[in-house]
């Protein structure tokens, strides 16, 4: 996965409607990346993970957060792909647009994909 045009993709949705660009988070990342990982090991696409909820997952990787979200999909090609499939979703648009979230990392392997968003304490 491109980091820089996912965070790019993301952060251009985001200006559109006049909210504040997301900063890439390594932490994010990780607990993202591992999901994805998670999610081709049983071969679904899945917010469960035998880590905990996504509060405990960040929490792991040393993010303290006042609010997360967690957009997963699969079978995806790219990240142009993925990002439009998250923007014609409701529910995956609202977090991915939420202006309360200010950091942001993205997994991918396999044709499965996350994206996790956050404040900071």
Known sequence: MNKDLMLQ???NER???GVKELEWDPRLA???QLQSEFMASCNSCTHSSKSGGLGTRIEAQGFSWSGCAENVAEGYKNEEAVVKGWM???GHKSNLLNPKYTHFGAGHINGFWA???GSEL
């Open 88 to 90: 014609s979703s409701h």
């Open 115 to 117: 994206q996790v968003f």
């Open 15 to 17: 200006h559109k409607v």
């Open 30 to 32: 990780k607990a993202a």
């Open 9 to 11: 993709l993301v952060n």
